[in-house]
């Protein structure tokens, strides 16, 4: 599929930039399966690029393949242009997600701005009980118990019991009520977790009290979880892999 688009757009290029000093050659027919054939790729590729990629610079578009075609007076190297590419519509697609988050976040704070103060005033209170610790990036947490040996790691697996409530104690998950531990890579569960986990040494419980920003944010998550929740964990750790 890759080497047929770079054939596409070569012939595309030879098909719109045929110049002869500087002026586009054109034919008014087509007098053979290759000139049907040339004509039709560019008139898709042209579809594409006016759909697709509305900011395109004609000019400079047509200049690029010339330069190719002429040996002469290359901006740049063809061996890195898919790379110029790739980059430009990466960052294109990043700043159109990045937009379509801040829209989703205002949203959310519209619809349950109030809520989001509710969980932030939790914590607000909760840090000062006592037991309860804060770390640097906001989470909270105390010791039910301690354990020994190793903390895990990032690149480690762990085996858990667990349960999940709201800072009203509404249950949303539990693998203690399922009777049947969790186990999961550190790194594969919300930043809080990753955190707290690497506090924790095989056979401790700890309570983590998880602020929105390390677990779903503005984000609705099934029916329990409300953006801006405060997620509240009791966990158990098991075993360390």
């Not at 002429?70 to 430009?88: E, F, M, R």
């Not at 960052?91 to 959310?108: G, S, V």
């Not at 105390?142 to 762990?158: H, I, Q």
Request: hydrophobic content about 35%.
């Amino acid at each position: 599929m890759r080497i047929t688009k770079i054939i596409a757009a070569a012939i595309v290029g030879l098909t719109i930039v045929s110049c002869s000093n500087g002026q586009l050659k054109t034919n008014s027919s087509l007098n053979s399966d290759i000139d049907s054939v040339s004509y039709a790729i560019g008139v898709d590729m042209a579809t594409k690029i006016t759909v697709n990629f509305k900011e395109a610079d004609y000019d400079m578009f047509l200049q690029g393949f010339k330069s190719v075609l002429d040996s002469t007076d290359l901006k740049i190297d063809p061996k890195d242009a898919n790379i110029v590419i790739s980059n430009y519509f990466r960052k294109a697609q990043e700043d159109k997600m990045k937009l379509m988050q801040e829209k989703q976040e205002i949203e959310a704070i519209r619809k349950f701005g109030e809520y989001k103060k509710v969980n932030e005033d939790f914590l607000e209170k909760n840090k000062n009980n006592s037991g309860v610790v804060t770390t640097a990036s906001g989470l909270q947490y105390s010791v039910l118990k301690e354990g020994e040996g190793e903390a895990p790691k990032e690149s480690a697996r762990v085996k858990v019991h667990y349960t999940g409530t709201l800072i009203d104690g509404t249950v949303f998950d539990s693998s203690v009520e399922r009777n049947q531990p969790a186990e999961f890579g550190v790194t594969q569960v919300i930043k809080g977790w990753t955190e707290g986990l690497q506090l924790m040494k095989p056979g401790a419980k700890y309570k983590f009290f998880i602020p929105q920003e390390l677990a779903y944010g503005y984000l609705q998550k099934g029916d329990k979880i409300k953006p801006f929740s405060t997620l509240v964990f009791e966990v158990e750790l098991l075993e360390v892999k």
